[in-house]
């Protein structure tokens, strides 16, 4: 055995004992239960672990709680304004034959002070239909889209890029947001080609 002092570094539970002098080779051979110097210690630090533990459970569930409430509130406003455009979309379709005709009879007039106090009525009331976010679809020289537009009859064109476009509108269509509440009554042209 050396006169030097050995250093060794021993690792018990959680704390670490450095510079162990004088280690004699025989009691390195024998083992050696150590016995806990503080069990409340110990105890507390499991407990401890444990209590944070179950708060971050918690902590996670409460977020999750949060998000799903935050979820919930969103899909009920857009509900909410999904029945709100619907109900506007049902008292604004109510008042579309009574305007249609008011059209008509205006279209059916001479010129005149009469007819120009009608169509100045039919722009005011156009206008307050508009704040309710009505929307006139009048599609004259577009193409025939059957989601909008409901085709009357089909008459023969002679310029070819006129087919399948609208060539008159009987009557204007009509929506609230991306609701169609009455698809434009229009005329389709259809180009049939020569036979030489």
Same mark, same amino acid.
């Given at each position: 055995?050396?006169? +030097? $002092?050995?250093?060794?570094?021993?690792?018990?539970?959680?704390? $670490?004992?450095?510079?162990? +002098?004088?280690?004699?080779? %025989?009691?390195?051979?024998?083992?050696?239960?150590?016995?806990?110097?503080?069990?409340?210690?110990?105890?507390?630090? /499991?407990?401890?672990?444990?209590?944070? /533990?179950?708060?971050?459970? &918690?902590?996670?569930?409460?977020?999750?709680?949060?998000?799903?409430? %935050?979820?919930?509130?969103?899909?009920?406003?857009?509900?909410?304004?999904?029945?709100?455009?619907?109900?506007?979309?049902? $008292?604004?379709?109510?008042?579309?034959?009574?305007?249609?005709?008011?059209?008509?009879?205006?279209?059916?007039?001479?010129?005149? !002070?009469?007819?120009?106090?009608?169509?100045?009525?039919?722009?005011?009331?156009?206008?307050?239909?508009?704040?309710? @976010?009505?929307?006139?679809?009048?599609?004259?020289?577009?193409?025939?889209?059957?989601?909008?537009?409901?085709?009357?009859?089909?008459?023969? &064109?002679?310029?070819?890029?006129? !087919?399948?476009?609208?060539?008159?509108?009987?009557?204007?269509?009509?929506?609230?947001?991306?609701?169609?509440?009455?698809?434009?009554?229009?005329?389709? @042209?259809?180009?049939? /080609? /020569?036979?030489?």
């Amino acid at each position: 055995m050396s006169d +030097e $002092t050995e250093t060794e570094t021993v690792a018990l539970d959680d704390e $670490t004992v450095e510079n162990v +002098e004088n280690v004699d080779p %025989e009691t390195e051979a024998e083992v050696v239960t150590l016995i806990d110097p503080n069990p409340e210690l110990t105890q507390a630090k /499991a407990d401890l672990s444990e209590v944070q /533990a179950r708060l971050r459970a &918690v902590s996670a569930a409460y977020r999750q709680l949060q998000e799903d409430a %935050e979820a919930t509130k969103e899909r009920l406003n857009r509900a909410s304004a999904f029945q709100t455009q619907l109900q506007r979309g049902e $008292t604004v379709a109510k008042m579309f034959d009574p305007l249609d005709n008011l059209n008509r009879c205006v279209d059916s007039m001479g010129d005149g !002070d009469a007819k120009e106090g009608l169509k100045m009525v039919i722009q005011q009331f156009m206008g307050a239909l508009s704040e309710l @976010g009505l929307e006139v679809l009048s599609p004259e020289g577009q193409m025939f889209d059957p989601n909008f537009h409901e085709a009357l009859t089909v008459v023969p &064109v002679d310029n070819a890029e006129q !087919d399948g476009s609208i060539i008159e509108v009987f009557s204007a269509g009509y929506r609230v947001g991306s609701r169609l509440l009455k698809p434009a009554r229009v005329v389709i @042209g259809k180009h049939e /080609a /020569a036979d030489s």
